[in-house]
């Protein structure tokens, strides 16, 4: 345990995306690890709650309610996070939207706009504006950018193409950003989860048994099934190795993306 807790050692974190889940996890085991948190979300209250799990560990929390679509706003975020504490040492880029559950032929446009100026171009211009900050981190690696991805972009399936076209285009961003801001010493990596066993999931799978006539624990197995370790990925499990490319034991690691999903794809 003492081992995790080094990991983020006075690390300055910043969580754009702080919802149910993945969020949350990774606000909480970032704190354990010992970094510093900014939280950036559009809801103060999830914010208060998240800032409140960092300083029970001891960190400090800085809560910026934001709308990551906004460039002002994104402007203030960089802003707020130096005056706080004088230095950004990583920057995930987890939030995300999902456009219309239709096939690509016949999607909404709008939708996809949409989606897309959370899934694409806020990450894109957060780490533009963080990439000064990260550059001038005084951590020996380096500042990182983490962009969380999703095992969407190994499926084939029409209802799920839209999110696919985003999340596809979110990791050839994280590859040219690794190759921009490589010679500055900022590492950009991607984290894949497939299904996460979370709330959201959790009534999802709710959904699905009541619609098929099975049970919760039919829906799990199934979902768990294609996996090599017949199980899904827990949101603290997902959250470590996030963080993993935060740390010191990924200094030569960029350019990569790391499936989270039990074995369920091999790329």
Known sequence: MS???DLLTDKVVVLSGVGP???RSLGEEAAKMGADLV???RTPERLEKMAEVVRSYGRRALVVPTDITDEDQR???VEASLDEFGKVDCLINNAFGIPPMDPISTLDLDGLRNANETNVFAPLRLSSLFADALAQSEDKIGGSVIMVNSCVIYSSQPEYSGYKLSKGTLEHLAQSLATELGPRGIRVNSVAPSYIYEDVNK???DWIAQES????EDV???????TDLKRLATPDEVAKATLFLASDLASAVTGQMLNV???EFHA
């Open 75 to 77: 402007k203030a975020l």
């Open 203 to 205: 009534a999802y799978f």
């Open 39 to 41: 939280l950036a979300s």
């Open 213 to 216: 006539g099975r049970t919760h």
């Open 21 to 23: 889940g993945l969020g």
């Open 261 to 263: 999903d039990c074995g």
């Open 3 to 5: 081992a995790m807790v």
């Open 220 to 226: 799990y197995a199934e979902k768990a099934a294609p």
